[in-house]
């Protein structure tokens, strides 16, 4: 009799460990529980998930509206020296695309808003949603300047408002005074139907009254 046969295990490589779902609470815990339970559940849920580092989050549509007074036009053009954080020019009917990227590094949101232009290059708009800060969340557009926010809700609509304009250079952070602020900011996020919603901005000056706002429809188109 020959010697008996011997069965080789041949190691598997293992196996990729899917990373769950992440639950983001960083939104929900700015606000009100009476707030935050009066949002439509899409938007519950498009404001709590947690991304992977890296991952982005993709959302396409339309610009519709852009409104500027003679002022908040100067204003938007003078701001191209810090980057462009505000719309330059009054065009509409034209293709928008907002990505939201997780920064592991920093635990920041990297938002970028590309708007599409009739000729030429599309302007891109580059911001950081930081939850730090006094109020708890911070937009920072870059060239030490930021914006402390504060988010609620009305009538099933979020609703980021700006508190304080800072400078921060050289470790030390600077409130603005009210009469060198550009006025206040809303950002106004709404449900709409067949799975869209609208990004709405507006800069109102306490004496100049509007001075820019800006609507666009989206719809999430991540795979």
Do not use: N
Not at 153 to 180: C, H, N, T, V
Not at 190 to 200: A, I, R
Request: charged content about 25%; glycine content about 8%.
């Amino acid at each position: 009799m020959g010697a008996p046969a011997v069965a080789f295990e041949v190691p598997q490589p293992p196996r990729p460990a899917c990373e769950p779902k992440l639950g983001d609470l960083r939104f929900r815990k700015l606000m009100s529980e009476s707030d935050w339970a009066s949002l439509p559940r899409s938007v519950r849920r498009r404001f709590s998930r947690r991304r992977a580092a890296g991952d982005t989050t993709v959302y396409a549509g339309e610009v519709l509206e852009v409104r500027m007074s003679r002022a908040g036009w100067w204003l938007a053009q003078a701001a191209r020296l810090i980057g462009a954080p505000l719309p330059t020019a009054r065009i509409t009917h034209v293709p928008s695309v907002v990505t939201v990227t997780e920064d592991r590094t920093t635990g920041a949101q990297i938002w970028m808003h590309i708007c599409g232009r009739r000729s030429g290059f599309p302007q891109v708009i580059y911001s950081s949603k930081r939850f730090s800060g006094p109020t708890g969340l911070e937009e920072y557009v870059g060239y030490g300047i930021g914006i402390t926010m504060t988010v609620d809700a009305r009538e099933g609509a979020l609703i980021f408002r700006s508190k304080d304009y800072f400078l921060q250079l050289f470790g030390r952070r600077l409130f603005l005074p009210e009469w060198l602020c550009p006025g206040a900011m809303y950002v106004t996020h709404t449900e709409l139907p067949d799975g869209k919603f609208s990004f709405t901005l507006q800069l109102i000056h306490r004496r100049l009254g509007l001075l820019i706002r800006e609507m666009g429809i989206f719809r999430e188109i991540t795979p």
